[in-house]
């Protein structure tokens, strides 16, 4: 099926059709599989396309260009979805899309789902981009980076610096969850250490105080799980 226009293509996101198109000969078919982004008669075709490309990214770095121009702005959010997680399935590959995601981060009208998704990817592609995307206003931004930093467990520690220099942030005093979150993210990555780094900044002045306690209070329900 190489060299298939998508015009004769059915409006179904058969493999049959597709992964020919995409695995097989990419190199021949990076212009119908732009035309295939742009479809808005069958988002199935856009939503299994993205999902396909990372198997030819090894050796076309073309897809990750696709991802990001083609795949991250279409109107249909499944495939934004879609375009963002594989993107993070690319890991460093895909590094070519970290500024793309984290403006995803920092964009209060997407939604919270999307927001996971980015930081999710950028946690696979550079996790250093996390703390970037942290440093915003935007509160869900913020939360969604603590969480993809907390996930990587150790391999986070890289951040603790970051995380504990923003409990004395005076953003903590109009927003105590954001203490609260950023407590359970040092005590995710560094159990060991987290809680007494966190619990020393008992002795600094009352707006860090304040914002340790809350940081500790974050920090209780992981000692639990523990």
């Not at 789902?113 to 931004?141: N, S, V």
């Not at 969480?147 to 951040?159: I, T, V």
């Amino acid at each position: 099926q190489a060299g298939s226009s998508w015009r004769s293509i059915p409006l179904v996101a058969n493999d049959s059709y597709l992964r020919p198109l995409i695995v097989a000969e990419p190199n021949h078919n990076w212009q119908d599989l732009r035309r295939a982004l742009h479809r808005r008669d069958d988002w199935s075709v856009q939503h299994r396309v993205v999902e396909l490309l990372p198997e030819v990214a090894e050796n076309h770095s073309d897809s990750v260009e696709l991802l990001l121009t083609e795949a991250l702005p279409p109107c249909d959010p499944e495939v934004r979805y879609e375009a963002v997680e594989s993107l993070g399935r690319l890991g460093e590959r895909a590094k070519p899309a970290v500024p793309a995601l984290i403006a995803i981060m920092k964009k209060a009208e997407h939604s919270e789902g999307l927001t996971r998704r980015a930081a999710e990817a950028l946690a696979k592609i550079d996790p250093q981009a996390l703390i970037q995307a942290a440093d915003d206003e935007y509160w869900t931004a913020g939360f969604q980076a603590a969480q993809g930093l907390a996930n990587l467990g150790k391999k986070a520690e890289f951040a603790l610096p970051y995380l504990m220099q923003e409990l004395r942030s005076p953003r903590n005093r109009s927003d105590p969850d954001r203490a609260a979150y950023l407590g359970a993210a040092i005590y995710q990555i560094n159990p060991r250490d987290g809680f007494d780094e966190v619990a020393e900044l008992l002795h600094e002045p009352e707006e860090t105080r304040i914002a340790a306690i809350e940081a500790l209070g974050g920090m209780a329900p992981r000692a639990k799980e523990a």
